[in-house]
């Protein structure tokens, strides 16, 4: 493993010394690159850094030990010796972590498609509600959302929205949210108190650019068409809502929520290009299913990564068992203690496989 990260450092130190190259800062996507790798690499190597530090502390320490006749002075190192051990350890279970292979769709922004499943209305109801905990939480990180497509429901819930979420490191982070989402609460039309279960689905696809996915005009049918739904000033005045299928695959986005044709096409190709890059990625890894209905179920009440129980104020994801008793705070955007510890269980159990 040091070999490993020695290599490392010794190829970051070779990307810095390459960026101040006339040749190369006159090359803007080699040096963007360039730099993304540098950036990348940094975690990694801060703590090679730690690690060679606290590895000399450690032996001078013990020279002083074992070398000094100063009592003083050997207490002194004694007692710093204890704690830099304890440091060294925990380096050492951090940097193999470091070093297990990254997810190339990291730092890419994201479309994030919600559903409403088993459950009718109440369904659509929750759907709004996680829309709104992702956008709290995309402002939170400073990342920017623009909705896609959306068919809305009279009691203000929505059928299913797309969106996109542009940020570096959306993808890294919101890509635990795939699956189904299931709540359980008293819909506010229901006169005899009791509880119903309802079932939302989450997609998140990480956004494609233009140079990872071929799209030739000659395989696209376009449609445009009057907008349609609640609401809206320009709904039905113009045909601006733009269909485009994918004739090789069979794939079909639409967008109406501008009132731009030109805009709401420009969207829907990136979602385009998004769904066509995830069934790619899909087909060249063995661990993952055929088809996009893996990653978002059937919308089962059965099938689910997260439950919100309202009477209960809790929410549990059923992947790792955390519950926490924090509803309204996660549905207001606050999800970073259950991402941070899904993230920590991944890279768990990534570790336990490099290691059987």
């Known amino acids: 493993m040091l070999e490993r990260l020695l290599a490392i450092e010794d190829h970051y130190r070779e990307l810095e010394s390459m960026l101040g190259d006339p040749d190369i800062l006159a090359d803007v996507e080699r040096w963007q690159k360039m730099n993304r790798e540098l950036s990348q690499l940094s975690p990694i190597v801060e703590k090679v850094r730690d690690y ?15 070398e000094s006749s100063d009592a003083e002075l050997k207490s002194l190192a004694a007692e710093e010796l204890s704690s830099l051990r304890e440091e060294k350890a925990a380096l050492e279970k951090e940097l193999p972590i470091l070093l297990l292979p990254r997810d190339p769709n990291d730092d890419k922004s994201v479309i994030v498609e ?27 990180q400073g990342w920017r959302v623009s909705i896609i497509d959306s068919n809305p429901t009279e009691l203000g819930g929505f059928k299913e929205i797309s969106f996109s979420v542009d940020g570096a490191g959306a993808f890294s982070r919101l890509k635990y949210e795939r699956g189904t989402h299931r709540v359980q609460r008293v819909p506010a039309t229901e006169s005899q108190g ?23 005009n000659e395989d696209l049918k376009i449609d445009t068409y009057r907008a349609g739904g609640a609401g809206g000033q320009y709904v039905n005045k113009t045909e601006s809502a733009i269909r485009i299928t994918h004739l090789p695959t069979g794939i079909v986005v639409q967008c109406q929520d501008e009132k731009s044709q030109l805009k709401n096409k420009e969207k829907a190709m990136r979602v385009l290009r998004a769904r066509i890059l995830e069934q790619a990625q899909e087909q060249q890894a063995a661990e993952a299913a055929a088809d996009r209905k893996s990653q978002i179920g059937s919308g089962d009440r059965s099938e689910r990564i997260r439950t919100y129980n309202f009477p209960q104020g809790r929410v549990t994801d059923h992947r790792i068992g955390l519950t926490l008793h924090k509803l309204e705070s996660v549905l207001g955007g606050g999800l970073d203690e259950l991402l941070d510890a899904l993230i920590m269980a991944d890279r768990a159990e990534k570790l336990k496989r490099t290691q059987e």
Request: no cysteine; proline share 2%; charged share 35%.
């Open 194 to 216: 009791r509880i119903h279960t309802s079932a939302v689905t989450v997609a998140v696809l990480p956004e494609a650019e233009e140079v990872e996915v071929d799209i030739k």
């Open 52 to 66: 060679r530090r606290v590895t000399k502390e450690i032996e001078d320490d013990e020279a002083v030990l074992a």
């Open 114 to 140: 919600i559903r409403g499943g088993v459950g009718g209305e109440e369904a659509a109801l929750f759907a709004g509600d996680l829309f709104r905990m992702y956008t709290r939480y995309a402002e939170r």
